[in-house]
C-alpha cells in the first residue's frame, strides 16, 4: 500500500531553519507529483509546494516563495521541504501528499495519498 511519512518536524525560532522529509513506499515517488501542505487549526489547508513528476518544475505559493524550496531525491524515494527564514506564521501541520498527475498544482482534490502530518511550530 501507498505510505507517505513526514519526519524533520520541530519547534525553531523565527528566522531559523527546518527540513522536512517525505519519505514514500508503495510506490516510486519519481513517478508521481509530490506536494507539501499545511493546516492550522481553524483554517482551510493551504497548498504551499509541489514538485513535477515529468521535469522536476517546482512551484511555490506567494506566501513561502524565496524561502522554502523542495526537492526530491529518487534514490532514497524521498522528497524534501528546505524551509529557511521561518516566520510565526509560517507554524502549522505540515502534510505531503501524493498525485498521479504529472502537474496537479496546489489544489487538495488533485492528491490522493496523503501523509499524517507533521507538526512545525516557530516561536518569535
Known amino acids: 500500500d501507498v505510505q507517505l511519512v513526514e519526519s524533520g518536524g520541530g519547534l525553531v525560532q523565527a528566522g531559523g531553519s527546518l527540513r522536512l522529509s517525505c519519505g514514500a513506499s508503495?510506490?516510486?515517488?519519481?513517478?508521481?507529483?509530490i506536494g507539501w501542505f499545511r493546516q492550522v487549526p481553524g483554517k482551510e489547508r493551504e497548498g504551499v509546494s509541489y514538485?513535477?513528476?515529468?521535469?522536476?518544475?517546482?512551484y511555490y505559493s506567494d506566501s513561502v516563495a524565496g524561502r522554502f524550496t523542495i526537492s526530491s531525491d529518487n534514490t532514497k524515494n524521498t522528497v524534501y521541504l528546505q524551509m529557511n527564514n521561518l516566520k510565526p506564521e509560517d507554524t502549522a501541520v505540515y502534510l505531503c501528499?501524493?498525485?498521479?498527475?504529472?502537474?496537479?498544482?496546489?489544489?487538495?482534490?488533485?492528491?490522493?495519498?496523503w501523509g499524517q502530518g507533521i507538526q512545525v511550530t516557530v516561536s518569535s
Open positions: 501528499a501524493g498525485s498521479v498527475f504529472s502537474k496537479p498544482g496546489l489544489l487538495r482534490g488533485n492528491f490522493q495519498y
Open positions: 508503495g510506490f516510486t515517488v519519481d513517478r508521481y507529483a
Open positions: 514538485i513535477s513528476k515529468i521535469d522536476s518544475e517546482t
